[in-house]
T-cell receptor, first 109, second 116 residues
Framework: RKEVEQDPGPFNVPEGATVAFNCTYS??????FFWYRQDCRKEPKLLMS???SGNEDGRFTAQLNRASQYISLLIRDSKLSDSATYLC??????????FGKGTSLLVTP | NAGVTQTPKFQVLKTGQSMTLQCAQD?????MSWYRQDPGMGLRLIHY???????DQGEVPNGYNVSRSTTEDFPLRLLSAAPSQTSVYFC???????????????FGPGTRLTVT
């Protein structure tokens, strides 16, 4: 079983829509959680860290459910520029980070 | 700060050739790592290091060597290139202090490697 699993999508949504991605992780000892964004043929970049109490950054909201071992990302009022692949990231024992395969989002006019 | 730099950006090798992918960071991060990214496979960890002189294997280490003689540099060596090593390689670094198990990870721009 892959340690970090995501629905690959693609999610096609119109501008202005709200879209949510989920991610599950298998290692209950994981302590760090992130969402990264990757544009086509570019390097991944941090979108936001995920904290136990949930956190928000503008149109983006991240939630963590430790009991069920899943992480979510909600994007409100989608923009064309939000089109990208969103990577769920969890630390594995030690300091290495384990990346999900990513969820592809396409926002259309 | 230049952040994480990688050279070369593109490389074509013949089967059996060896080469070194260079990676450097100027943020004084303790942790550095190498990933490969293939279509449908996501990012897979090759090797990582938590400090100078300390390296360890990730998920897919076979065919690759690393060393960490300084905090700044973490080269990846392909010993005898094979077509299966055709991929995009990303180097990354992160601080170990901060949040549980360290802070944000920064990536270099990647090296696109083709082995014929």
């Amino acid at each position: 079983r892959k340690e970090v699993e995501q629905d690959p999508g693609p999610f096609n949504v119109p501008e202005g829509a709200t879209v949510a991605f989920n991610c599950t992780y298998s290692n209950s000892a994981s302590q760090s959680f992130f969402w990264y964004r990757q544009d086509c043929r570019k390097e991944p970049k941090l979108l936001m860290s995920v904290y136990s109490s949930g956190n928000e950054d503008g149109r983006f909201t991240a939630q963590l459910n430790r009991a069920s071992q899943y992480i979510s990302l909600l994007i409100r009022d989608s923009k064309l520029s939000d089109s990208a692949t969103y990577l769920c990231v969890v630390n594995i024992p030690g300091y290495a980070l384990n990346f999900g395969k990513g969820t592809s989002l396409l926002v259309t006019p | 700060n230049a952040g994480v730099t990688q050279t070369p950006k593109f490389q074509v090798l013949k089967t059996g050739q060896s080469m070194t992918l260079q990676c450097a960071q100027d943020m004084n991060h303790e942790y550095m790592s190498w990933y490969r990214q293939d279509p449908g496979m996501g990012l897979r960890l090759i090797h990582y290091s938590v400090g100078a002189g300390i390296t360890d294997q990730g998920e897919v280490p076979n065919g690759y060597n690393v060393s960490r003689s300084t905090t700044e540099d973490f080269p990846l060596r392909l010993l005898s290139a094979a077509p299966s090593q055709t991929s995009v390689y990303f180097c990354a670094s992160r601080p170990l202090a901060g949040r549980p198990r360290g802070g944000e990870q920064y990536f270099g721009p990647g090296t696109r490697l083709t082995v014929t």
